[in-house]
Structure formats: structure tokens, C-alpha cells
């Protein structure tokens, strides 16, 4: 639904934090620490967030659940605020922390090839011992 500016539709902290996932804390503590920047306020003070402010917000969540660093994700935020002319740096923040992810999947599947190998064997062994034919495996 489009809202003019000024009656664009806001959310409370509290509807913020049950959208996101993220505790009314959290949220005081990166408004705080300026990764949550120019959140609004009515009259009596409140915190009014955007659809923007959620849409950044779990933008935010994704970058920490991918192991960004919250000093990372504050040079971002800053360079962001900065506008259009941080684009290139941005972009780079984000390839490198890309790579990275890229690099910890790939060294995740390789763990996981391990763990299927172990599983495959004490499945089998199993089946055997079932079957009256039990060998020891190694752990």
C-alpha cells in the first residue's frame, strides 16, 4: 500500500521487535550506537519506524548471521548515510564480506562430507550387526 510521506505507515519498537525478531533492547542498543540511524519520533517520543527502517534492519540481521562483525556493519552504516558517492566502497565491504561467506560454505560442505561418510558407516554397521555379522568401528 503506498502512503504519502506524511502518512506513511510507522511501526512501534514493540511491533519492530515481533516483526524482526529483534528484542527492544537490541534495537535501542544499534539505534544507539548509530546503526539504526534517524528513526522517528512522535510528539511524546516514541519511536516510530518505516517500512525502510524494518527493510534495513533485517539487511542488518542477515549481514550479522553471515558473521559480519558489528564494527564491520557500523562502517557500513556510516558509509551508507553517507549516500550515493560510498557506493563503490560499499560494494566493496559487501564482495569481501561475500567472499568470506563464499569461503565458510564451501569449508561447511566439506565438513558435511565427513559427517555423511561417518554416518554412512556406523549405518552400515549397524545393518550388519543386525544381521549377526557386528565389527567395531573406529569412533
Excluded at 511524546?44 to 542477515?62: A, G
Excluded at 563503490?88 to 567472499?99: G, Q, T
Aim: glycine share 6%; proline share 1%; hydrophobic share 35%.
Amino acid at each position: 500500500m503506498f502512503y504519502p510521506k506524511h502518512m506513511e505507515k510507522t511501526y512501534t519498537i514493540s511491533g519492530v521487535a515481533g516483526r524482526t525478531g529483534v528484542s527492544i533492547d537490541t534495537l535501542r542498543y544499534y539505534e544507539r550506537i548509530e546503526l539504526i540511524h534517524g528513526v522517528g519520533r512522535l510528539s511524546n517520543t516514541h519511536r516510530r519506524y518505516t517500512e525502510s527502517d524494518i527493510q534495513w534492519i533485517q539487511f542488518l540481521l542477515k549481514l550479522r548471521a553471515t558473521g559480519m562483525s558489528i564494527q564491520q556493519m557500523l562502517v557500513f552504516a556510516r558509509l551508507r548515510r553517507l549516500g550515493e558517492s560510498t557506493l563503490c566502497e560499499r560494494a566493496a565491504i559487501l564482495k569481501a564480506h561475500h567472499d568470506q561467506v563464499e569461503a565458510h560454505v564451501q569449508q561447511m560442505q566439506e565438513y558435511l562430507v565427513v559427517l555423511d561418510y561417518k554416518i554412512t558407516l556406523y549405518e552400515s554397521t549397524l545393518l550388519a550387526r543386525d544381521a549377526g555379522k557386528g565389527e567395531e568401528i573406529e569412533p
